[in-house]
C-alpha cells in the first residue's frame, strides 16, 4: 500500500527556477491538499482540489500553482522560486475537511 | 475563520510519566477535531478525532483526548509514556479547511 506518494523527496533550486513537486494518491480519494510546513508555524494549506476538475487557495497561496491532472494526481508548481519558498512540501489526501488526512512523506525544498 | 492554540512548543517527560499535550480552539460553530502525530522525516499520521459522538475520544498507541467545548479544548494525554512517543504532535481544527497548531515536542527521558 504506498497510499500518498510524493516526488522528489529533496530538491535545491536558485532563486527565479521553477519546479513542479509531484503528487498521488492510490487510495480513491476525492480529495487532495498542498501544505507547506516551516518551523514554528505549523503546517498552512496552500492549495486544495475537493475533486477532480476542481482547485481552490489555501491560506499561503501567493507564488504557487496548482493542477489536479486525474483522481490520483494533484501537483503543486513554483513559477518564480524564492528563499521565502524554502520548506518542506507536504501533500494529502482524504475524502473532505471533516474527515482525517493522509499524508506523504514531503518533500525538503531548500531555494538559494 | 477557525483557529487552534497549542500550549508548549516542548515538553519533556519521564519514561512512564503522564504525558499532556494541551490544544485550544476558536471557532463560531462546533468544529471538528485532530490530533496527528509526526515523527522525524515523515509525513502527520492521525492519532484521533473528535466529531460530537463522544466528548472522550480514544485513538491509537493508547492517547485520548477531552473535548471541553466551556474550555474550548482538545487536550491530549496518554497515562505512561514510552520513548518511542518522541515525536511531534499538532492539533487541528477543521471546518471549511483545515487549520494546525504549530506543534508541540514531546521529548521522553530515560
Known amino acids: 500500500n504506498a497510499g500518498v506518494t510524493q516526488t522528489p523527496k529533496f530538491q535545491v533550486l536558485k532563486t527565479g527556477q521553477s519546479m513542479t513537486l509531484q503528487c498521488a494518491q492510490d487510495?480513491?480519494?476525492?480529495?487532495m491538499y498542498w501544505y507547506r510546513q516551516d518551523p514554528g508555524m505549523g503546517l498552512r494549506l496552500i492549495y486544495y482540489?475537493?475533486?477532480?476538475?476542481?482547485?481552490d487557495k489555501g491560506e499561503v497561496p501567493n507564488g504557487y500553482n496548482v493542477s489536479r491532472l486525474n483522481k490520483r494526481e494533484f501537483s503543486l508548481r513554483l513559477e518564480s522560486a524564492a528563499p521565502s519558498q524554502t520548506s518542506v512540501y507536504f501533500c494529502?489526501?482524504?475524502?473532505?475537511?471533516?474527515?482525517?488526512?493522509?499524508f506523504g512523506d514531503g518533500t525538503r525544498l531548500s531555494i538559494l | 475563520a477557525q483557529s487552534v492554540t497549542q500550549l508548549g512548543s516542548h515538553v519533556s517527560v519521564s519514561e512512564g510519566a503522564l504525558v499532556l499535550l494541551r490544544c485550544n480552539y476558536s471557532?463560531?460553530?462546533?468544529?471538528?477535531l485532530f490530533w496527528y502525530v509526526q515523527y522525524p522525516n515523515q509525513g502527520l499520521q492521525l492519532l484521533l478525532k473528535?466529531?460530537?459522538?463522544?466528548?472522550l475520544v480514544k485513538g491509537i498507541n493508547g492517547f485520548e483526548a477531552e473535548f471541553k467545548k466551556s474550555e474550548t479544548s482538545f487536550h491530549l494525554t496518554k497515562p505512561s509514556a514510552h520513548m518511542s512517543d518522541a515525536a511531534e504532535y499538532f492539533c487541528?481544527?477543521?471546518?471549511?479547511?483545515?487549520?494546525f497548531g504549530a506543534g508541540t515536542r514531546l521529548t521522553v527521558k530515560p
Open positions: 471557532s463560531s460553530v462546533p468544529p471538528y
Open positions: 487541528a481544527v477543521s471546518l471549511n479547511d483545515m487549520r
Open positions: 487510495m480513491n480519494h476525492n480529495s
Open positions: 494529502a489526501s482524504g475524502t473532505g475537511f471533516n474527515q482525517p488526512q493522509h
Open positions: 482540489s475537493a475533486s477532480e476538475g476542481t482547485t
Open positions: 473528535y466529531t460530537s459522538a463522544a466528548t
